[in-house]
């Protein structure tokens, strides 16, 4: 009899419209291939090289303000500008090109280069939490961007070049294709139910609970049903709210504690400061009502055995479909039972 | 004036109906991030403790024949599974999984580890076509397997767990989200046009030039107009063929030689034994015509500026669009003026 935890199966992701390969039994592979170093984690409050430490100086020339809590200022190397010129390259349906413009900020979550989002206190990250608000609020308000794009990096084997806790807001005038997608899912589920999706999809999951990793009076924090990275985890609001400008001053207290708690466990998890990309999926900017819209935080961790094993998303899965081998509910129970306190708080 | 080659726009991909974030500016960025170890470079023509060389033992205790060209095996450690039990898990539409079944191979391109791709014979490396077609001709017949994908990951950086030049192909019931799209614009594309996609597309590239490689009679390869990785490339028939089966056996000398060439351009450019996935992308083994697909070989290398700094897709390309720096008529131009000798054969 076909079993979930045994065989191999394929799920559907109904916010982005896409199926995972999930292959269980997969998990006793040996692995000779590439080892991640794991790096070194002694780190200065305040590093004289770093360029995102209070009063140092930038690649261009700027000094850093003294801060004491969130500074975000224009990367220096932003992959999106203001002041591009609008045009157009078409030569029939095969070569489309058009023009964009945007803004890409780095917001510092924290003037100590030592610490990172799991080691900060609540109070801090909620400044982090206001810092996104605020972002989204004025970036959004202008006419020319319509979708705001709040992302962390983390850990050098995502791509993050300094490990001063920071992250990355990427704003534009045209919808990015994820949020797209999410955006269909979403507004055909809406028209059809009268509720959002994910409203459904919580209710659901909270009577089931395996995939629940905690949860409090504001948010739920779970693996979804569909999650492709080992241990691919989503901070969702119970309320639906279009965008996180929708939140009560609790609500932000609510979502920088839940950041934190997940945090916390997936260093838990390895002993070891666990990289991932994060973002938020929210409505664009557009101006519209988005009823159908109910945000989220979703976290994409590279890693899979270990703390120096990764899961590579190569070949197979860069050309036909994602695929994964632990199952979320292994990953879900893995993470959930473990300590609430940071290991290096012991 | 907006200018393709200096200002941020996005690129349309008719293929797979989907977007890519150019910033050609952005090249000037500095790298402090992580940098990958360029793996030794002298390994021996035999290797005793490689599971893949002739003779060697495996992990489940079978033993690899004394083969002298290309051998081809079951995976010892298959994602898919050919005796996977029937069966659903449906929940409403916001829980839906279905069991998966199918067959992953190995296939060994030669009895030598010292060698890859670029530097075998290109009579050698037709035996690998024959193989791909000889596979792809008896798992397609089978009536549970409905797609076959063929691809190779090179490379440690790509996941890839032995250098041992060896490809893989996975076999399955059903068809992926990838090629699946592919299918679905080529199709409209030939209801509407009466003509496959990509002969239209080779048309007018081989006017424009500009991201031509090389071409013959047979096959252009050239960097996509709408390519995601910084050297991302594709080789394609000139003549419609849904799938690999088509080839005439002057075709199949001419796909060996052209995926010997781009091999050799992608060794050369930065000295370096270069890693990629690469696959190829065809008609589904369901049993219906399909007059729409356009068989294509397309190649994703991850590599940016050097040997060693690559380019990270997280955060901003996971959660939003993929974005690339260099655009591709410059890679193509790089690509393209690189000596046509392999860099250790000089
Ligand atoms: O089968 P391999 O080479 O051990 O594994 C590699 O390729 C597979 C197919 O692309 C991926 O699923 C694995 O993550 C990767 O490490
Ligand atoms: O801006 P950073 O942190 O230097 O760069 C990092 O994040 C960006 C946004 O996800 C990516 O485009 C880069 O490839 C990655 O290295």
Redesign the interface.
Same mark, same amino acid.
């Given at each position: 009899?076909? #079993?979930?935890d045994e065989?191999?199966?394929?799920?559907?992701n109904?916010l982005t419209d896409?199926?995972v390969?999930?292959?269980p039994?997969?998990t006793?592979?040996?692995?000779?291939?590439?080892v991640e170093k794991t790096p070194a984690d002694d780190r200065p409050a305040y590093d004289p090289t770093c360029y995102l430490c209070p009063t140092n100086t930038r690649?261009n020339g700027e000094k850093n303000p003294d801060y004491s809590d969130v500074f975000v200022f224009t990367n220096d190397?932003?992959?999106?500008?203001s002041d591009?010129?609008?045009?157009?390259?078409s030569?029939?349906?095969?070569?489309?090109?058009?023009?964009?413009?945007?803004l890409c900020k780095v917001i510092c979550f924290s003037p100590r280069h030592d610490l990172t989002i799991p080691e900060m206190e609540t109070s801090d990250i909620r400044r982090v939490v206001d810092a996104w608000c605020l972002e989204y609020e004025e970036l959004g308000s202008q006419p020319t961007i319509n979708?705001v #794009?709040i992302?962390?990096?983390k850990g050098?084997?995502?791509?993050?070049?300094?490990p001063h806790p920071h992250g #990355?807001i990427?704003a534009q005038a045209?919808v990015?294709?994820?949020?797209a997608k999410k955006q269909q899912s979403q507004r055909r589920?809406f028209e059809k139910h009268g509720r959002t999706?994910l409203s459904?999809?919580l209710e659901?999951e909270l009577v089931k609970k395996e995939r629940i990793l905690f949860e409090d009076e504001h948010f739920v924090a779970l693996v979804p049903?569909w999650s492709v990275w080992p241990f691919e985890t989503m901070i969702v609001p119970r309320r639906p709210m279009a965008s996180i400008l929708e939140m009560t001053p609790a609500e932000r207290d609510g979502l920088a504690d839940a950041y934190r708690k997940l945090t916390i466990l997936y260093d838990n998890l390895f002993e070891v400061s666990f990289p991932y990309?994060a973002?938020i999926?929210q409505a664009p900017t557009d101006g519209a009502e988005h009823p159908e819209w109910h945000w989220h935080f979703?976290f994409?961790p590279p890693l899979l055995r270990s703390a120096t094993v990764k899961k590579?998303m190569?070949?197979?899965e860069?050309?036909?479909?994602p #695929?994964r081998?632990i199952t979320p509910e292994q990953s879900a129970k893995m993470l959930r039972n473990l300590p609430e306190v940071h290991y290096k708080a012991k």
């Open positions: 009899m076909f #079993q979930f065989h191999p199966h394929r799920r559907y109904p896409s199926w390969l999930v292959s039994h997969r006793k592979r040996p692995w000779q291939g590439q690649s190397f932003s992959a999106l500008l591009t010129p609008e045009g157009t390259v030569d029939g349906e095969l070569f489309q090109a058009v023009s964009e413009s945007g979708h #794009q992302f962390e990096n050098f084997v995502m791509g993050c070049s300094n #990355q990427w045209s990015p294709d994820e949020p589920y999706l459904d999809y659901k049903f990309s973002g999926h979703v994409l590579f190569v070949g197979y860069m050309l036909a479909n #695929q081998d």
